[in-house]
């Protein structure tokens, strides 16, 4: 009788149906892929995981930075839904920043000025602010001839006032013409009938163009304010006019916020004098190293949906989506991560461009309402910089086409930006422009903050209805036999519950996987899975929140929906649990026309365990006939195979038959080798 071997494509492949995919994979879960030197897959089990940190998390976690500081002690950054932490020789330190709100009655609790000083004194009793602490001052304040508004940080006083420094639009000082302690808020004046708004705010600084925010929203007259506004026409020094979309039901005046200051207040370690620490010297010279330590301050930790980590030499860099960008110095002993009050106070991301060490934030802000287009950069070796002058490199620039960015990364030799429409390219160029912003591709937007990343020189990423890569060749589509699976899937699933989709990389065995949920407010619950080498794919279930690459601390890190951080190629196992890795063929047409084949002998012949150690894997196999695609097969198996299994005996016939690999013991380690079965022509059909 006749023998034939199994030799299977280098994929799995869904779009074709299992009769069309011979010598093909068309189901998988936990394996992958390596290529042999004939061009013929050879499937195995995934590498397993164990956890890095033995407890769980206090809540999602959605991203993972791996750095060591210039001690060469190893962090871990965990940003989750609930807090921020660090993680060093396996002890958890909760770092989430805190926040505190005070709305004050500035006709009862004003802000005051001295001439000649650019000193205000901030009336906001028992706010028992200290010199750690940032004010974003959400309402615009006019006393003497200044507008308070945007991060200000704060100089302890007593218990119920503090000071900041007024400045001017390049973050000069600016002084006071006259000593006062008349403060008051924008007044709207609104005309029944009429969409043109009066706004009564003294010494404004506005000009017909220009933007006025208001980020504290406020109904007057039947019209609600909140968002960016046009200033459309300037009566004075104090009235400006702006166009709102509804018009006024009534003839009536009324002051923003209802008259109350608002006062957002970052609690913590306030940026060190100029000429001191992050601006001059060592990082342990002066500002940071110097001065009475920090202690842990009263307030509420905030919450993110997601954050974007990364690390500025030893120094974390973390922003919260929608939220400013925040610091933590491992040689600090700092308590909490710490605003920069120099910085953008609203961004959906950031990352820090290398080699020039500037933070990028995109989705950035002025004026503290966000500009989903807008991209920030601070100076160059200098996070404390952030208005553009001659003198220094930040900077900013709006794209021009698209709805919004959707995520951002340091890539190779230049930084990426990905719409929801393109990808374009940052190259650093110095002074003046100090970057030039090009679009490299079209129709290849980003589907979520996360779904992009970069390995061994070449950036890969998931589009709405496709992969794409970025190598010297330019942005190129990615063939994806398993497109069913993933993008007939995410159709129905709404923005939100989108975002969550993570890209994973893995340098060791060249593969690039994303993970992906598959019901409305759901986690990640599947993946997809791209092996760069044999440009093979292969798909499953497995429930990952966040990822990093290989790192100071080794193999590939990864956290799941039940908020455990793994460790990833590290064991056979799944967190010290049998993994169940499995595959199945198309169907084999084992002759030709309409006659049936009869099986009788099958000769196993895998891998059965790690080089050098025990082969001691359990494999099942199973055999699955039918004489038509669309019939359910007949299942003959499982067959539990071992080494020691030389040959086993079986009887089918049929005209179509596919073969399933399977396992699910504890320590063992399989790959396929050339498994043979004898056949012989068995009659017709």
């Known amino acids: 009788m006749p023998h034939a071997s199994l030799k299977l494509l280098p994929t799995v492949n869904q779009n074709r149906t299992p009769a069309l995919n011979e010598a093909g994979i068309s189901e998988s879960q936990l394996i992958r892929f390596m290529i042999d030197d004939k061009g013929v897959a050879l499937p195995q089990k995934l590498g397993g995981w164990g956890k890095f940190y033995p407890t769980a998390m206090d809540s999602v976690v959605r991203a993972l930075l791996a750095w060591a ?30 926040t505190f709100t005070d709305n004050v009655a500035i006709a009862t609790y004003p802000a005051s000025t001295t001439a000649g000083s650019s000193v205000v004194n901030i009336n906001d009793p028992s706010s028992n602010v200290t010199s750690y602490n940032t004010v974003f001052i959400k309402t615009q304040i006019s006393v003497s001839n200044l507008v308070l508004f945007g991060l200000y940080q704060c100089y302890a006083f007593d218990a119920n006032n503090y000071t900041i420094i007024a400045t001017d639009a390049l973050g000069n000082p600016k002084l006071a013409t006259t000593t006062s302690s008349t403060a008051v808020l924008p007044q709207f004046s609104v005309v029944s009938g009429s969409s043109t708004v009066s706004v009564t705010l003294p010494n404004h600084g506005y000009s017909i163009g220009s933007t006025f925010p208001v980020i504290m929203s406020t109904t007057v007259g039947g019209i609600t304010f909140s968002g960016n506004y046009t200033v459309t026409g300037v009566t004075s020094s104090s009235v400006f006019s702006i166009q709102t979309s509804a018009s006024a039901t009534s003839t009536t005046t ?64 973390s922003c919260p989506y929608g939220g400013p960008i925040y610091i933590w110095s491992p040689t600090v002993s700092s308590p909490i991560a710490t605003v920069i009050p120099q910085g953008p106070a609203a961004n959906s991301g950031a990352f820090v461009a290398m080699p020039e060490q500037q933070i990028i934030a995109w989705g950035s802000t002025f004026n503290g309402i966000q500009d989903p287009m807008l991209v920030r950069w601070c100076d160059v070796g200098n996070l404390s910089v952030w208005i553009a002058q001659s003198t220094n490199q930040a900077g900013s620039y709006r794209i021009p086409r698209g709805s919004l960015i959707v995520g951002g990364i340091q890539g190779p030799q230049q930084g990426l930006l990905w719409t929801d429409l393109a990808v374009w390219a940052m190259q650093y160029v110095g002074q003046p422009f100090i970057y030039s912003f090009n679009e490299i591709g079209t129709g290849c937007g980003l589907i979520a903050p996360k779904a992009a990343a970069s390995m061994n020189g070449i950036v890969y990423w998931m589009s709405q209805t496709q992969f794409f890569m970025l190598s010297g060749e330019g942005v190129m589509p990615i063939y994806c036999p398993i497109w069913d699976v993933v993008f007939q899937t995410i159709t129905s699933l709404n923005s ?29 619950t599947n993946y997809v899975k791209y092996n760069i ?45 049998p993994m169940s890795s499995s595959f199945q063929t198309g169907y084999f047409a084992m002759q030709d026309g309409d006659v049936k084949s009869f099986v009788d002998l099958v000769w196993p012949d895998m891998k059965w365990g790690y080089y050098n150690q025990t082969p001691s894997a359990n494999v099942q196999i199973t055999f699955y006939i039918t004489d038509y695609p669309g019939n359910t097969p007949t299942a003959y198996g499982p067959y539990t195979v071992t080494q020691a299994t030389e040959y086993f005996n079986t009887r089918f016939r049929g005209r179509l038959v596919s073969i399933g690999i399977a396992s699910s013991d504890i320590d063992s380690f399989w790959r396929l080798g050339n498994i043979r079965y004898r056949l012989q022509p068995d009659g017709k059909f």
């Open 69 to 98: 500081d210039v001690n060469s002690n190893k962090y871990l950054g965990v940003g989750c839904t609930s807090s921020l932490n660090t993680i060093l020789n396996n002890a958890l330190t909760n770092i989430t920043p805190r």
């Open 254 to 317: 009324g002051y923003l916020n209802g008259g109350n200051a608002s006062y957002l207040y970052y609690v913590g370690i306030g940026t060190p004098a100029a000429g001191v620490g992050w601006g001059a010297g060592g990082w342990g010279d002066g500002g940071w190293g110097t001065g009475v330590p920090p202690v842990a301050a009263v307030g509420t930790p905030i919450t993110a949906t997601d954050w974007t980590l990364d690390n500025w030499g030893s120094i974390l860099v």
């Open 496 to 524: 939100d519950t989108i975002k969550k989709i993570r890209i994973a990389t893995n340098s060791q065995f060249g593969e690039v996987t994303w993970y992906y949920p598959t019901v409305n407010g759901g986690e990640n």
């Open 533 to 577: 080498n044999t440009r093979g794919w292969d798909f499953g279930t497995l429930d990952r929140t966040a990822w990093i690459n290989q790192s100071v601390f080794g193999p590939p890190i990864g956290s799941s929906s039940t908020n455990i951080i793994y460790q990833h190629e590290i064991s056979p196992n799944a967190d010290e649990q």
